[in-house]
């Protein structure tokens, strides 16, 4: 089977498209041959949307997740129902308003990393909030500062952009990766990183806005002890 080509990867804002479905998986999952479908991953869930059947009949998406191997996307249907044949052409819709909080709360949760400059331990992306693990010794964290931090970053407007390095180039670079419990993806020979400018450049296969000013303002919402060293800071979009 033909990996699935990641739209979403070249362009977060692609709302629509069409592809050929290539495959169904055990569990009812649709492979497509290119999707604008988020599949699940690095703490971001799948996207959800809808699937434009031949004929004209719509199928709720409520998730998109990876093959065994990462090389292909299934997408879920919301319930049972008809399902597209392999070969058949079928039209895809985002729920585009839960899509973009998510890029605004992952693109914030970039600059949270930035505000709290500490090894970063987990984090989670929900519907208009999120949070980051850090590795923190000792407290002392006040959210009223880190909320005006973040707000600072946000009103600077800064551009946001991708760029590939190679695999050598990020082992040569360790200081990129902030995140201690899961490792950028490596193996295929390249790795992506999203850059803000002039704040901050890690390895990341997410989505994301264009600019820190379509975040939008944002709260730090809770400060949690997880932990003898393990500080949960959790914000959400205002």
């Known amino acids: ?34 999707t604008i479908f988020y599949a699940q991953g690095g703490g971001q869930p799948g996207d959800i949307g809808w699937m434009m059947l031949p004929g004209g009949q719509e199928i709720a998406i409520a998730n998109a997740v990876y093959g065994p191997d990462r090389s292909t996307i299934a997408h879920v249907p919301a319930a049972e129902g008809r399902l597209p044949a392999v070969g058949d052409t079928v039209g895809l819709r985002l729920d585009w308003d839960v899509r973009h909080a ?16 500490f090894p970063v331990t987990g984090g989670a992306i929900g519907d208009g909030e999120g949070r980051l693990d850090f590795d923190i010794p000792d407290a002392g964290l006040d959210k009223d500062e880190i909320g005006v931090r973040l707000n600072e970053m946000i009103a600077q407007d800064a551009a946001v952009s991708e760029r590939w390095i190679t695999d050598e180039e990020l082992l040569a670079n360790p200081g990129l990766v902030k995140t201690m419990s899961v490792k950028p993806p490596m193996g295929s020979g390249t790795v992506r990183l999203v850059e803000i400018a002039g704040l901050d450049l890690q390895p990341c296969g997410g989505t994301h806005v264009k600019s820190t000013g379509e975040i939008g303002a944002v709260a730090v919402t809770a400060i949690e002890k997880k932990g003898r060293q393990n500080r949960r800071v959790r914000i959400a979009l205002a």
């Open 1 to 34: 089977m033909s990996k699935t080509t990641l739209l979403f990867r070249d362009d977060p804002y692609a709302k629509t498209a069409e592809a050929t479905v290539v495959g169904l998986s055990d569990d009812g999952g649709i492979i497509l041959d290119r």
């Open 102 to 117: 998510r890029m605004r709360v992952h693109t914030a949760l970039h600059l949270l990393s930035v505000a709290l400059p």
